[in-house]
Nanobody, 122 residues
Framework: QVQLVESGGGSVQAGRSLRLSCSAS????????MGWFRQVPGKEREGVAR???????TYAESVEDRFTVSKDNNQNTLYLQMYSLKPEDTAMYYC????????????????WGQGTQVTVSS
């Protein structure tokens, strides 16, 4: 059973940076496609960034010039470096995995962590 555990969330002022981490453990077959999503109360969960087996990343338009996703395959750890944070980035951030390794869309993700809260104040 795959377990994804996020860390690194917190409260920061606008313009600051944060780095989220996601540790994958347990039996799993795919660390190939990993992603970050976020959700605010009353809204649907949205894809933020995903990274495939060879390290090619895809970003949501709202973050593509401020966030960087990366992964350490040896440590089974996924990262999200967030720069120039804005109040609208405030959300619960979730780490996710695609169980079959497919990485072509936000909809492929089907394994989720518990989330870590990011709050950005103006």
């Amino acid at each position: 059973q795959v377990q994804l555990v996020e860390s690194g969330g917190g409260s920061v002022q606008a313009g600051r940076s944060l780095r989220l981490s996601c540790s994958a453990s347990g039996y799993y077959t795919r660390f190939d496609c990993m992603g970050w999503f976020r959700q605010v109360p009353g809204k649907e969960r949205e894809g933020v960034a995903r990274i495939n087996r060879v390290g090619v990343a895809t970003y949501a338009e709202s973050v593509e010039d401020r966030f960087t996703v990366s992964k350490d395959n040896n440590q089974n750890t996924l990262y999200l470096q967030m720069y120039s944070l804005k109040p609208e980035d405030t959300a619960m951030y979730y780490c996710a995995s695609s169980h079959n390794g497919a990485c072509y869309a936000w909809s492929v993700f089907d394994i989720w962590g518990q989330g870590t809260q990011v709050t950005v104040s103006s």
